[in-house]
């Protein structure tokens, strides 16, 4: 049983009665054993597997669980246990309620956002401030999701002075999102969380217990969920002083609120701590209790023997650190895999990267661009959409932004006029259109929302006769569109092939090998490896090009190999889009952001660029609030070092001729001695 393996702290909690519970589980108490053992007190009280959910953070660490406790009971046991991510779960349900949903990546809705944004002018509304770009008014609405229940047009006025006179546009911009997503089918992963509140209403969920991980990160939206759920009993695992992600909308007062929301709940502390050593822990604990107490706490460590000090690494300038931290790594006997490199920001990351390849050092980078966010990557999907869902208008949209000259409103057009021509069926629209003078909609006029009249005269094919086209593919109604030229003629002429290429395949992986082979996406990779390739005077040095191209290549022999676990192509390319961002590529050292290296632990651990501006974060901790929660990064940065700890700073850049304070984090752990610019830094913090 798994409860045989819990010291007394943990077996407390796991036995906790049914109700609501709080554990707080600092950094290397054992929180994962704690859940495994209260799964296993659940099951020997007669609670059925199909009645316990798990939630959790990343879809890994439920697996990890699950196989915990199959490895005590049984693997038909464990797997009849509903777990995952707060999104996993709700697409499962969904799924069950056979709603009908498309699962997009947000940043590919950006992209249906921009079209939808690109039809608008503000410059009616005589407004002294800019309005906001595309992009950031769909991160701004995302956060809005996530963070609050109140009405949009309250909550971003209060948050954004200047912009009121664009509200109204910015309104209509997320209605008419909203109302071509429902049109179509598409959620992303907000979405999923809102329409499976929705879907509950007065439904009551099987389950007789909900355990939850990492509480700390739970944001209004997850929160609102979790009470729609309306679970008999909570059992809510966290830890406040790790709660590292408010710019996703996570709110440390909902585990600081638990006991005034549930005036009956039980909280227990884990305080025994088995992955650091004193010193390291030490450190850690002088700094975090700057911020304020939300639950008492007093951690003990658990580790016996000699153990070695952290050490501060001094340098004159950035690349001399990452230089050196380069050399001592190349020097250290600690296997590389259990080294990493934890920076605040991904600017970091490129100077300790090139140093570590010129020692010769394999590393491996997480918390930036994941594979799946590659631009090649997202482009064969896209393909593979269109294949497996023709109405995705968003596949379509993303992949016409690399045809030149057509911009994502015309991208957009192109796709209704093809529909329109196919009466609802994209496939038809491009095979076997239908007659039609103008198959494209005249857009209504609305001074009040920046809504302004499209050009709706179609242009003549004869135009693109000159380009030796196919007689029947000249004589498509789709080329009459007047913002077409030769080039979106052409790209579109490869799309058709393409396309009329891979309605008859059915594996997902010759799908795959067909659009990575074809015309159209040796185009695509050609553009993104000349932009990857282009130096600073314009020009495109043939070297980088090619080390473009192979990376281009070896991404698509890997998504060759993902795509034969698969017998459907929608099975495919859900599991590549719900599940994509856990992936990650290469070996050796780990090269982490903080918030890609919580829930890791490692041998030996350097904390880079701790210089006031970078780590804190002068932009976003602008007041006594966000630097706390910097400090809380400081927090789980350091703890996740078992052995050793090294923290560096450099005092100057000379790429920038800029000189650098040191954090005020490196005062407040004892390794600077305080002084005046100390005070400095704690007066610009607001303390």
């Known amino acids: 049983m798994p409860l045989s393996r819990l010291n007394p702290e943990q077996l407390e909690a796991a036995r906790a009665p049914?109700?609501?519970?709080?554990?707080?589980?600092?950094?290397?108490t054992g929180k994962t054993s704690t859940i495994v053992g209260r799964i296993g007190f659940l099951l020997s009280e007669g609670v059925a597997p199909e009645e316990i959910l798990l939630l959790t953070f990343t879809n890994k660490a439920a697996a990890e669980m699950i196989e915990r406790v199959a490895g005590y009971f049984s693997r038909e046991t464990a797997g009849k246990i509903e777990a995952g991510t707060f999104h996993a779960v709700s697409y499962r349900w969904l799924k069950r309620m056979e709603r009908p949903i498309i699962l997009k990546q947000p940043s590919e809705l950006k992209t249906l956002f921009r079209s939808i944004y690109e039809k608008r002018q503000f410059h009616h509304v005589g407004a002294e401030a800019q309005p906001f770009s595309a992009n950031y008014l769909y991160d701004l609405y995302s956060l809005f999701q996530n963070a609050t229940m109140e009405p949009?047009?309250?909550?971003?006025?209060?948050?954004?002075?200047?912009?009121?006179?664009?509200?109204?546009?910015?309104?209509?911009?997320?209605?008419?999102?909203?109302?071509?997503?429902?049109?179509?089918?598409f959620v992303n992963f907000n979405d999923l969380l809102i329409l499976m509140r929705e879907a509950l209403g007065e439904r009551k969920l099987p389950y007789k217990e909900v355990l939850i991980d990492e509480y700390q990160d739970t944001n209004e939206l997850q929160g609102s969920l979790i009470d729609a759920m309306r679970p008999p009993s909570l059992f809510c695992v966290g830890d406040y002083d790790q709660s590292i992600y408010a710019f996703n909308g996570a709110n440390i007062h909902i585990i600081g609120s638990f006991t005034k929301k549930f005036p009956d709940a039980r909280v227990f502390t884990l305080s025994k701590n088995y992955r650091s050593t004193a010193p390291i822990l030490s450190l850690a604990n002088t700094v975090i209790e700057h911020n304020e107490r939300i639950y008492p706490k007093q951690l003990e460590v658990v580790r016996e023997g000699s153990a070695q000090m952290p050490k501060l690494l001094i340098f004159d300038n950035l690349m001399q650190q990452y230089e050196s931290i380069a050399q001592l790594i190349r020097r250290s006997t600690t296997p590389h895999h259990e080294i990493a490199v934890i920076f605040r920001n991904n600017a970091s990351a490129d100077g300790i990267e090139a140093m570590l390849r010129e020692q010769n050092i394999s590393c491996r980078r997480k918390?930036?661009?994941s594979f799946f966010d590659a631009k090649e990557v997202k482009a064969a999907l896209d393909l593979a959409t269109l294949v497996a869902n023709p109405k995705d208008l968003m596949a379509f949209i993303h992949i016409?932004?690399?045809?030149?000259?057509?911009?994502?409103?015309?991208?957009?057009?192109?796709?209704?006029?093809?529909?329109?021509?196919?009466?609802?069926?994209?496939?038809?629209?491009?095979?076997?259109?239908k007659a039609m003078t103008n198959?494209?909609?005249?857009?209504?006029?609305?001074?009040?929302?920046?809504?302004?009249?499209?050009?709706?005269?179609?242009?003549?094919?004869?135009?693109?006769?000159?380009?030796?086209?196919d007689e029947n593919f000249l004589a498509h109604p789709i080329l009459k569109h007047p913002a077409l030229n030769s080039d979106g003629v052409r790209f579109i002429d490869d799309f058709f092939r393409l396309m009329g290429s891979l309605r008859a395949k059915?594996?997902?992986?010759?799908?795959?090998?067909?659009?990575?082979?074809?015309?159209?996406?040796?185009?695509?990779?050609?553009?993104?490896?000349?932009?990857?390739?282009?130096l600073k005077n314009g020009e495109i040095d043939p070297a980088k090009k090619e080390e473009s191209m192979e990376r281009i290549r070896r991404k698509g022999v890997l998504l060759i190999q993902l795509a034969s676990a698969y017998n459907t192509l929608e099975k495919f390319i859900n599991a590549m889009v719900?599940?994509?961002?856990?992936?990650?590529?290469?070996?050796?050292?780990?090269?982490l952001t903080v918030h890609a290296s919580k829930g890791l632990e490692f041998d030996e651990v350097y904390v880079i660029d701790l210089m006031d501006g970078r780590f804190p974060n002068r932009k976003l901790a602008s007041g006594a609030g966000e630097i706390e929660e910097e400090r809380r990064l400081f927090y789980v940065a350091v703890t996740r070092a078992r052995d050793m700890l090294y923290l560096s700073y450099a005092k100057h850049d000379s790429f920038k001729d800029t000189d650098f304070f040191p954090s005020q984090f490196l005062y407040e752990a004892g390794l600077l001695k305080k002084d005046r610019t100390y005070e400095r830094l704690k007066g610009l913090s607001g303390l």
Not at 18 to 28: E, M, V, W
Not at 403 to 426: H, K, P, Q, W, Y
Not at 578 to 591: A, D, P, T, Y
Request: proline share 4%; charged share 25%.
């Open 152 to 185: 949009f047009e309250e909550w971003f006025p209060k948050r954004h002075e200047g912009q009121e006179p664009y509200v109204d546009i910015y309104l209509d911009i997320i209605r008419e999102f909203e109302e071509t997503k429902k049109e179509f089918g």
């Open 578 to 591: 719900l599940g994509g961002r856990e992936l990650s590529e290469g070996e050796g050292v780990n090269l």
């Open 18 to 28: 049914f109700g609501h519970n709080l554990i707080i589980a600092s950094a290397g």
């Open 506 to 534: 059915k594996q997902p992986q010759s799908i795959v090998r067909a659009i990575l082979s074809s015309p159209l996406y040796a185009f695509v990779a050609d553009q993104l490896a000349s932009r990857r390739a282009t």
């Open 367 to 369: 918390g930036g661009r």
């Open 439 to 469: 198959p494209f909609k005249a857009r209504a006029t609305n001074y009040q929302l920046g809504l302004f009249d499209h050009p709706t005269q179609i242009g003549s094919v004869s135009r693109f006769a000159h380009m030796g086209l």
């Open 400 to 433: 016409f932004d690399y045809a030149r000259g057509i911009g994502s409103a015309t991208s957009r057009e192109l796709f209704e006029g093809l529909v329109a021509l196919g009466d609802g069926n994209m496939f038809e629209g491009m095979f076997r259109p």
